[in-house]
């Protein structure tokens, strides 16, 4: 069955890195994209990018613009999400989620990552 | 940007019940929506894509409505696997959540 397998939880430390991967089985990986979506603690939820697993052409969040880089590496099936300057309002848990290309859905998600910023 | 603007952000109901959400967009966006479910602790799950078609899998109980600025997400008979928190979702903007809880 197609389904998204992400890392563990990180705990970093404010103006830390996060390098979060998401490994995609049960489909053809090149064939989708995945886009990026976190969740603080209680609140909703926010896209932050998407990544063609195709080309491995990039639309991020506005927000997010030079803090984050979203990558794939075909031969692993597995995407990943860097994000930099971390700070304590990036506690959150991070989610990857097939993308069929536009943005229109997203099924299956992965099953999240606690990213947690602390000093 | 389009915003989404979810109604109403909580209810309580009970087993049996006919549920109705609605999900406003500041703008036109013909049927392109989307709706999750999520449960506590859970990813969110896709029940309904492209405003009313549901998902492979999802009980026929869950029906999805309305093109161009107003959508509804309906259960039609609430069961206790519905309790759970429902985003509306368009292109990259998610609506603010409905929690669904037991009356």
């Known amino acids: 069955q197609v389904q998204l397998v992400q890392s563990g939880a990180e705990v970093k430390k404010p103006g830390a890195s996060v390098k979060v991967s998401c490994k995609a089985s049960g489909y053809t990986f090149t064939s989708y994209g995945i886009s990026w979506v976190r969740q603080a603690p209680g609140q909703g939820l926010e896209w932050m990018g998407w990544i063609s697993a195709y080309n491995g052409n990039t639309n991020y969040a506005q927000k997010l613009q030079g803090r984050v880089t979203m990558t794939t590496d075909t031969s692993t099936s597995t995407a990943y999400m860097e994000l930099r300057s971390l700070r304590s309002d990036d506690t959150a848990v991070y989610y990857c989620?097939?993308?069929?290309?536009?943005?229109?859905?997203?099924?299956?998600w992965g099953q999240g990552t606690l990213v947690t910023v602390s000093s | 940007a389009i915003q989404l603007t979810q109604s109403p952000s909580s209810l309580s109901a009970s087993v049996g019940d006919r549920v109705t959400i609605t999900c406003r967009a500041s703008?036109?966006?013909?049927?392109?929506l989307a709706w999750y479910q999520q449960k506590p602790g859970k990813a969110p799950k896709l029940l309904i894509y492209?405003?009313?078609s549901l998902e492979s899998g999802v009980p026929s109980r869950f029906s999805g409505s309305g093109s161009g600025t107003d959508f509804t997400l309906t259960i039609s008979s609430l069961q206790p696997e519905d309790f759970a928190t429902y985003y509306c979702q368009q292109l990259i903007t998610f609506g603010p959540g409905t929690k669904v809880d037991i009356k």
């Open positions: 989620a097939r993308d069929p290309g536009a943005l229109e859905w997203f099924d299956p």
């Open positions: 703008q036109g966006i013909s049927s392109a």
């Open positions: 492209d405003a009313s």
